[in-house]
């Protein structure tokens, strides 16, 4: 039996939902849970649609606000949460596993350790130091400043690397950082994200039937855009034969260089409420995923599920969910040469980019779901753990 913790959303829902429904789920620790507390779930955006039975979910909504009105101290708050869900598994006899969070779990993995349980990290992105290497490269690249980065933070990972029996990985990309800074490769699990129901090729009246380009995400230094904003400009298209979406936040220091590029056929959509993604993805011919570190983009399932092909960077974890040349390019990071020709190509040969949408939703039907990486996640705690 398995207790997980998390103090934001993440993937940690999923996971969760995938366990219950493999019977070995005994708790999810969180923060906010919009089904588990109704009344601030009126105020909030957030519609968590997992099937998880709220009587294994346990959340400190004190530290749900906390995180969201005073996101600076995110380490303290992790903090107060990792010894939160520690005093909660003295109460916990019925548990043989934990899983928690990187960054957020250390004191809690201890204590079940201290109690002869397994103890296995999700990791979502690179190895830390990897990450902050190659961000800082970035940063000092676009901005000529070092990247924001908590030392607590990172001391803290390094001990819960060090500290746990398996760390979960969702990518190849973030195995190799791991390896690549002395992780020994038996200690790594790696299990590929999936996707839910809600995305598939939906059948939908496009608003015209120009070529359209989606960015799906964030828009951040991170994300690699300076190099997708290169790349649309260098195009040898007229503007009035092609469109291009971005969906998602935009960090301040982005927005300067959306600013300098932006062209009068880009449109910039923000947020977008998870499930009405499914309308904008279908509306669209390629997307492209230029991340410069990321340990598996979850929009990239989600898009290859709506039948639109992607064009992502190996940093983005797309060589997990995307055959090279059949339902999408994989790429080097910044390189805004090549993703210029990539589009044109697709651009041009409209029956290769049909070919590939037709590809994109096979494949999304056969590997990319959720119940799949659950399956993946019950089969090694049963052989490691259970």
């Known amino acids: 039996m398995v207790i997980v913790s998390c103090s934001t959303k ?81 109460n916990q006899k019925n548990y043989k596993v934990f899983i928690g969070w990187s960054g957020m779990s250390l004191n809690a993995l201890l204590y079940a350790k201290s109690k002869n349980k397994i103890t296995i990290i999700e990791r979502g992105s690179s190895h830390i130091l990897y990450q902050k290497e190659i961000l800082q490269e970035e940063y000092s690249r676009q901005l000529g400043q070092d990247v924001n980065f908590d030392s ?57 039937d120009k070529f359209r380009i989606l960015y799906l995400g964030s828009l951040n230094i991170r994300k690699g855009l300076i190099y997708l904003f290169e790349a649309l400009n260098q195009l040898e298209l007229k503007e009035k034969d092609y469109e291009v979406w971005f969906i998602g ?12 590029y932006s062209k009068s056929n880009w449109k910039y959509l923000g947020f977008i409420e998870h499930y009405e993604l499914v309308n904008y993805i279908t509306q669209c011919d390629i997307a492209i995923q230029p991340s410069i570190e990321e340990g598996l983009s979850r929009v990239i399932p989600q898009i290859l599920s709506c039948g639109v092909p992607v064009i992502a960077t190996y940093n983005s974890g797309g060589e997990e969910v995307i055959t090279d040349d059949k339902t999408g390019f994989l790429i080097p990071i910044r390189n805004s040469d090549i993703i210029r020709r990539k589009i044109e190509h697709l651009y041009y040969d409209r029956n290769k980019l049909n070919s590939m949408k037709m590809d994109a939703s096979k494949s999304a039907n056969q590997d990319l779901s959720w119940d799949k990486y659950g399956k993946r996640y019950a089969n090694f705690l049963q052989k490691n753990t259970l």
């Not at 936040?249 to 300098?260: A, E, H």
Request: charged share 25%; with cysteine.
């Open 249 to 260: 936040g935009m960090d301040s220091n982005i927005k300067p260089f959306y600013d300098k």
């Open 10 to 90: 993440f993937h940690a829902f999923d996971l969760s939902e995938q366990l219950a429904q493999n019977g070995i789920l005994t708790g999810l620790y969180t923060t906010f849970h919009s089904q588990k507390n109704n009344i601030i779930g009126r105020f909030h955006h957030r519609k968590d649609q997992e099937m998880i039975p709220l009587d294994k979910i346990h959340t400190c909504v004190l530290l749900a606000i906390c995180l969201r009105k005073f996101p600076n101290n995110e380490y303290k708050w992790n903090d107060i949460f990792d010894h939160y869900v520690k005093w909660s598994l003295t």
């Open 152 to 208: 607590r933070v990172i001391e803290k990972e390094l001990k819960e690397y060090e500290a746990a029996d398996f760390i979960s990985i969702p990518s190849l990309f973030v195995k190799r950082s791991f390896i690549e800074y002395g992780v020994p490769e038996s200690k790594l699990f790696y299990n590929p994200y999936g996707t839910s129901s809600s995305f598939y090729p939906k059948t939908i009246n496009r608003e015209n």
